[in-house]
């Protein structure tokens, strides 16, 4: 019945049937630049309906209902994917050692290749260092994010201080694409898009960071490779009272914009639930209680807007953005 919702079709062609769905790149089910979130996708199966859901992002999924995947390549994939990821530059010994501690791990080879083929490392130094650390192997299932953590930050070594600044603001967002105008107002005063874009480049081609495509207006956004490198980059991230406040303004002055938009268009709603991820995430940092306009304005006039929209999703979205602030201070005695 082509009168009936998409979701109502689906549940009826899923109702009671014996059948196994397969939800592969589920990462992408993220609510974000007009997609469906993996739960709504997921909402139209029946019980009697078996489900696997392939991810690469582990907050998608429930742990105890996880079984992680992380088998090293072989060792002439590893090989091959290390050459063109260097162009051929680590030869010999070397090049073999390099290949013996990155133990096949897709990631770090990613990070070590794209920062061995920038010319500024010395590979014999890196090897050096690496083994002088005495750090776990990346086979190791219990410690191995040690050593991608030395790893990441050793892929840092160079940056400037726009691109620093740059990559800490992507850490203090959520893990979802950000747009440019966000990085254009980390940066401060005066910083044109051009600078923006340039900084993001060079992340970029560090392998940190990717451009996504976007089709609901977000004008370019980009992303974090891994969640690890998201996780990495937060940790590391100092608490700079300023950074905060110039992101939490973002939030609050994109947001303002989002909600004052009269048509409730499907992209301008997932708009409003990346821009909530947004602010939900940069609340979490507020160690200071420096950012509590941006949490009263979430609190009040967004949820506000958002009811008179007749938007509950995002209303309770709303809601547990400040309730994830709120939970950062001691109660009140």
């Given amino acids: 019945d082509e009168t009936r ?19 592969e790149g589920a990462e992408e089910a993220d609510g974000c630049d007009g997609r469906a979130a993996l739960p709504n996708l997921l909402s139209v199966l029946d019980p009697a309906n078996r489900r696997l859901v392939l991810t690469r992002d582990v907050t998608q999924v429930v742990p105890t209902e996880t079984i992680r995947i992380d088998d090293p390549l072989a060792h002439d994939e590893a090989a091959a994917l290390f050459d063109r990821l260097t162009e051929g530059r680590v030869t010999g010994r070397t090049r073999n050692d390099v290949l013996n501690l990155l133990a096949g791990h897709p990631l770090a080879l990613t990070w070590a290749g794209s920062l061995l083929a920038r010319g500024d490392e010395s590979p014999g130094v890196l090897v050096d260092e690496w083994r002088r650390e005495n750090l776990p192997s990346l086979s190791d299932p219990q410690d191995f994010r040690h050593t991608l953590q030395w790893l990441f930050a050793r892929s840092l070594r160079g940056l400037g201080t726009t691109e ?19 990085i254009v107002s980390a940066l401060g005063d005066g910083v044109t898009d051009s600078t923006a874009r340039d900084a993001l480049r060079h992340l970029v081609q560090r392998n940190l960071l990717r451009p996504i495509t976007s089709s609901a207006g977000l004008g370019g956004a980009w992303q974090f490779t891994h969640v690890l490198g998201y996780q990495f980059a937060r940790r590391e ?3 700079d009272t300023l950074l905060r406040l110039r992101l939490a303004d973002w ?27 947004h602010t939900a995430a940069v609340l979490r940092a507020d160690d200071d209680q420096s950012l509590t306009r941006l949490a009263n304005y979430v609190l009040y006039d967004a949820s506000d807007r958002l009811l008179a929209l007749g938007s509950l999703s995002l209303i309770e979205a709303a809601l547990a953005d400040f309730a994830g602030w709120m939970d950062h201070w001691p109660p009140p005695k």
């Fill in 237 to 239: 991230t100092a608490s």
């Fill in 5 to 23: 919702a998409p979701d109502a079709r689906a549940g009826l062609a899923c109702a009671r049937r014996r059948a196994l769905i397969i939800v």
């Fill in 164 to 182: 620093r600044v740059a990559l800490d603001a992507a850490g203090l967002l959520a893990h979802a694409p950000f747009p440019l105008d966000s």
């Fill in 251 to 277: 939030c609050g002055q994109s947001l303002s914009r989002a909600v004052s938009d009269t048509s409730v268009r499907v992209p301008s709603v997932a708009d409003i639930g990346r821009l909530l991820q």
